[in-house]
Every structure is written in structure tokens, then in C-alpha cells.
């Protein structure tokens, strides 16, 4: 973990309020690990001491790129961003997605921008496999060029039915495990909102699958001292408190209490 003066590289909007942003950090680009995340220091935005987490999207030499939506004041200011501007960013931070395991079949589940956390698990596992995509609408799912490119099969659902099957990502997780899943020895990754990961756990479960979650709580600090991010985990005298930004973000779904996660 280190700070870094990162520079901005590119900046583009790519559909429904989500942007990506790329930038040169050589210290930090080639340490990340597959599902950990960096803390930012947003510019312009002096009166907001906290830093904002954001996964990191893939890594390529000295480059590093997040996804991100304006959802509040921080990447409202971030979206001003452009290229050559300088920002300070704190990383790599957290546990990430172990490696896939080459005597499973890789099986990816990601709500909305969960699939950021999730590319470079796609990109180097050496065995490619199932993607399931889930947003409420079209602007909501991303990047599947990207997924495919890489040899996943993708398939996509939305609640309102814009694009892809109408209905929930659990439900062509379902279907799957009927007409193929059975046939393979699945490992799950998965990140997005709570519900989406208590719903995936509980099939995990259920079905003896291995699976790694990656889970979105609130974070302050990022670093593990703010106790923010907490969530109950399974322990010794039963359960006992875990903070998202040190021992997670991605926990085997063994590990969490879901009866505790709304």
C-alpha cells in the first residue's frame, strides 16, 4: 500500500452517467491483484477530507483504470477530471478474488458496475467461462465487448427487459445450473449490491458451490482503522466483526453471515 501523485491518462464518458477513467501510476498499477481496490483523493473537492474507494478495472504496465457513476458530490467533481490533471491515489487496498481454480469451471455474476471489480479475474483465469450480467436497465450493463473479447460467454439480463432477458441475474444463474451447470464444477465470483451477493450466496450454498463475493460496504478510512465497513463473519465463538477494507473485500461466502446482510 502506498500513496501516489497518479496522472490523469484518459477520460471519457460511456453510457448512463458511468465513466472511465484511466491514469498513469507506475508504482501502483503493477501491484494490484484482481479485485482489490484503490482509495482517491478527489481534486477540487478540499473540503471533503475522506477519499473514495473504486475498484480497479484492469491494470496494464504503469496504466490503471477505474469505472465509476455520479452517484453524490465526490464523482460529481471527479467527472471534471482531464487528462494531465494529477490526483492522489492510495492502493492497492484489500483482499481480492483469489486465483480461478484450473479444476473449475469459472462462473462470473455481476450487478451493475460489479463487473469492474471483476475483469482481471476474467482476463486471467486460464480456463474462460460464464458471465452473468444484471442491471435494471440497458445503460446499466457494460463492458461486454470486453468480457467477450477474452473468450466469456455473456449473457445479460435487465429488470425492465432494455436489453437481454427481462428479469433478475439469479434467474439466468438458474437456468444455467439446470440445462448445464449440473455438468461442471462451478466457481463464483461475484460482486454487486447485497442483496444480489445474499441471493448468490445462498445458491452457493445450497448447491456446494465455491464461491468469493465481493462486497460493496461503506467505507471511510480504506485502510481498516474507521470500522465503517464492518460486517459479521463466521469465527471461533461463532461470528465476530470483519472490516470490508482489510480482510475484504472479497470473502468466501462460507466465511459471511448472510442472515445479517440486507
Not at 105 to 121: E, K, N
Not at 181 to 208: D, H, T, Y
Request: hydrophobic residues 40%.
Amino acid at each position: 500500500m502506498q500513496i501516489e501523485l497518479a496522472t490523469v491518462h484518459q477520460h471519457i464518458p460511456i453510457q448512463g452517467g458511468y465513466y472511465l477513467l484511466v491514469m498513469l501510476a507506475p508504482d501502483i498499477a503493477p501491484c494490484v491483484r484482481p479485485g482489490q481496490f484503490i482509495h482517491v483523493k478527489v481534486p477540487h473537492l478540499e473540503e471533503c477530507l475522506l477519499r473514495r474507494p473504486f475498484s480497479v478495472f484492469w491494470t496494464e504496465g504503469e496504466r490503471l483504470a477505474i469505472l465509476y457513476k455520479d452517484v453524490g458530490r465526490g464523482t460529481r467533481t471527479l467527472q471534471y477530471l482531464k487528462p494531465g490533471e494529477s490526483l492522489s491515489i492510495l492502493g492497492p487496498l484489500g483482499r481480492g478474488f483469489p486465483d480461478p481454480d484450473p479444476g473449475r469451471f469459472p462462473v462470473i455474476v455481476a450487478g451493475g458496475y460489479g463487473m469492474a471489480a471483476l475483469y482481471m479475474t476474467a482476463r486471467s483465469a486460464p480456463t474462460k467461462g460464464i458471465a452473468f450480467f444484471g442491471g435494471r436497465s440497458a445503460k446499466d450493463i457494460l463492458c461486454v465487448g470486453e468480457f467477450e473479447a477474452q473468450g466469456w460467454s455473456v449473457q445479460i439480463t435487465t429488470e425492465d427487459g432494455s436489453l437481454g432477458r427481462k428479469g433478475i441475474v439469479t434467474d439466468a444463474l438458474d437456468d444455467w445450473w439446470v440445462a448445464s451447470g449440473r455438468q461442471v464444477r462451478p466457481e463464483l465470483f461475484a460482486c454487486g449490491p447485497g442483496g444480489m451477493l445474499k441471493a448468490v450466496a445462498q445458491r452457493a450454498l445450497e448447491r456446494g458451490w465455491e464461491a468469493w463475493t465481493s462486497v460493496d460496504n461503506n467505507m471511510g478510512c480504506g485502510v481498516g482503522a474507521c470500522l465503517t465497513c464492518v460486517l459479521k463473519v463466521r469465527g471461533d465463538n461463532g461470528w465476530s466483526w470483519a472490516r470490508a477494507c482489510r480482510e475484504g473485500p472479497v470473502f468466501n461466502v462460507r466465511d459471511v453471515l448472510w442472515e445479517e446482510v440486507e
